[in-house]
């Protein structure tokens, strides 16, 4: 059994590192950290964890902390991880950042969007978790960059594409919906029932923070720089994120030729499934799950090629994102203890 920790485990990303953790084959968890909630048993907080773990959340200490665990996810904000991660590694520790703090190489980009970086020496090595497109360089490394979540249904879908040169990158548009966990347990006026339920808002248009993430993998794809519209908008569910994007072909192409094209790229990629059309993705057949649901549809009035995502946010977006990397790092088979069925309806 390979001992981990969760730096943060009270927060959504960590509750549901906890929930598939606690079930894992392979490993046991051994250390999470709180610092609202430190001296207080699982099942006091949280009674579902009542007949399954006897863990205490305790406080993070870097001596006491890293002396318990062998690998450690931190689930913290921006900003507080880059001041976490450098003690984890220094005492030898594996880590995966489910924050956004080393997902960018340009440290000026980072500076931009998000504010000064305090561990830039560890920005060239830590590698971005995406596995379908990074498994290798993931299954070797010792610092991992979690995906953000729209950048995860963003990436994916455009993925086969990029890479086919079948689309012309000057013209990607992003139209993405996520649930309100998204934001976080901080309780916020934005995301209080009340200003939620029953509405629907873009929010930061054309200035989300996980605009450059995705220009740097996307660009990577395409082999030269890309700028993208981006347009998040806020729904009143609870966890979920469907993508939309759009793209003018390049070729003359067919629904079914994209498809195909998807389908193929994908083919030994577990977690994503390309729908046949005309079936299209829906949040609620992901909800819980690692995977991802691509749909695709060829415009022919206006050569556009048209791509969903669906994922949960929580999982795939996040947390057993952040495990199948994990699964990678340790030299297990990406989805152990990450198979499971929808919770539906």
Not at 79 to 102: N, R, T, Y
Request: charged share 25%; aromatic share 8%; hydrophobic share 40%.
């Amino acid at each position: 059994m390979v001992r981990v920790g969760i730096i943060g485990a009270t927060g959504y990303t960590g509750l549901e590192l906890l929930r598939v953790l606690l079930f894992h084959p392979e490993v046991k968890v051994t250390v999470a950290t709180s610092r609202q909630f430190g001296g207080r048993w699982l099942g006091d907080l949280f009674p579902f964890f009542s007949e399954i773990t006897d863990l205490i959340f305790e406080p993070f200490d870097p001596e006491s902390s890293s002396e318990k665990a062998d690998l450690f996810f931190t689930a913290l904000p921006h900003q507080v991880s880059m001041e976490v991660v450098p003690s984890l590694l220094e005492k030898g520790k594996k880590v995966i950042d489910l924050s956004a703090d080393f997902r960018l190489k340009d440290v000026s980009v980072y500076e931009t969007w998000y504010g000064p970086h305090k561990a830039t020496a560890y920005l060239k090595e830590a590698v971005y978790g995406l596995p379908e497109l990074y498994a290798e360089e993931i299954s070797k490394a010792r610092l991992i960059a979690n995906p953000g979540c729209y950048p995860t249904t963003v990436i994916l879908a455009l993925a086969p594409f990029l890479r086919a040169g079948v689309v012309n990158p000057d013209t990607i548009i992003i139209d993405a919906k996520s649930g309100v966990s998204g934001a976080g347990r901080t309780v916020k006026l934005t995301t209080h029932f009340c200003e939620v339920n029953e509405d629907m808002k873009a929010y930061k248009v054309g200035e989300h923070r996980h605009t450059p993430e995705m220009e740097q993998e996307l660009s990577k794809l395409a082999g030269r720089e890309i700028k993208i519209s981006f347009v998040p908008h806020l729904i009143p569910i609870s966890r979920g994120m469907f993508t939309t994007v759009y793209a003018q072909l390049k070729e003359d192409l067919s629904t079914e030729d994209a498809y195909k094209l998807a389908k193929d790229f994908y083919a030994k990629k577990i977690f994503v499934k390309v729908l046949p059309p005309p079936q299209v993705p829906q949040t609620i057949y992901v909800r819980g799950t690692n995977e991802c649901h691509l749909g695709v549809k060829v415009d022919k009035r206006t050569g556009r090629l048209i791509i969903m995502a669906a994922i949960d946010n929580l999982a795939k977006g996040a947390s057993t994102q952040a495990i199948q990397n994990m699964n990678l790092m340790l030299g297990l088979s990406e989805e152990t203890g990450l198979k499971n069925l929808p919770l539906f309806p």
